[in-house]
Antibody, heavy 121, light 110 residues
């Protein structure tokens, strides 16, 4: 059974960079039909796709966050990471890592439990 | 980014049928179809259906999904208390090369 687990600081100061890591167990990151990505959910609000990447390093980023997002995949460690720069209070959210379908047809089938990141001084 | 449109809330009685809608455009729902996710408070979302009406294993057959043009629908029959949750639609937008979510519908079972 595939499992994903987010890790990283729960508190980030404004203007700094948010960094999270997702560790994947029970499966491989090197399957070409899947992408690995991040979704966030501000408190009391809906879901927002941040970006995703396939195992070869091809990235897809949200147009609204593109300039601030870096996603990387390390297949040797079964991990992928998110960096979001120049954060503000508006970036406070639960951040989920997830496995996404690379064809666009099959949705998002595995999710981490989510980690709350608060942006505050 | 352009999102998908869902009604904010739907309320139905126990054992009734609820139909949730999700409207996009020809670059997302109308092209790639939609997936549906269920989220209970404090939990991560769970995939209910993909490519319009395919259910992952373990998902109740009381749920069925469909698409007509640029609008996707999720129908839940025989509503139970555990169906009370937030429901999100999701589609790949081929013009944006981006995943887009609906704003979510809160389903209340009376």
């Amino acid at each position: 059974q595939l499992q994903l687990q987010e890790s990283g600081p729960g508190l980030v100061k404004p203007s700094e960079t948010l960094s999270l890591t997702c560790t994947v167990s029970g499966g491989s990151l090197s399957i070409s039909i899947y992408h690995w990505g991040w979704i966030r959910q501000p408190p009391g609000k809906g879901l927002e796709w941040i970006g995703s990447m396939d195992y070869s390093g091809r990235a897809y980023d949200s147009p609204s966050l593109k300039s601030r997002v870096t996603i990387s995949v390390d297949t040797s460690k079964s991990q992928f990471s998110l960096q979001l720069s120049s954060v503000t209070a508006a970036d406070t959210a639960v951040y989920y890592c997830a496995r996404l379908d690379g064809t666009g047809f099959y949705g998002i089938d595995y999710w981490g439990q989510g980690t709350l990141v608060t942006v505050s001084s | 980014q352009a999102g998908l449109t869902q009604p904010p809330s739907v309320s139905k009685g126990l054992r009734q049928t609820a139909t949730l809608t999700c409207t996009g455009n020809s670059n997302n729902v109308g092209n790639q179809g939609a997936a549906w996710l269920q989220q209970h408070q404090g939990h991560p979302p769970k995939l209910l259906s993909y490519r319009n009406n395919n259910r992952p294993s373990g998902i109740s057959d009381r749920l069925s999904a469909s698409r007509s043009g640029n609008t996707a629908s999720l129908t839940i029959t025989g509503l139970q208390p555990e169906d009370e949750a937030d429901y999100y639609c999701l589609a790949w937008d081929s013009s944006l090369s981006a995943w887009v979510f609906g704003g979510g519908t809160k389903l209340t079972v009376l």
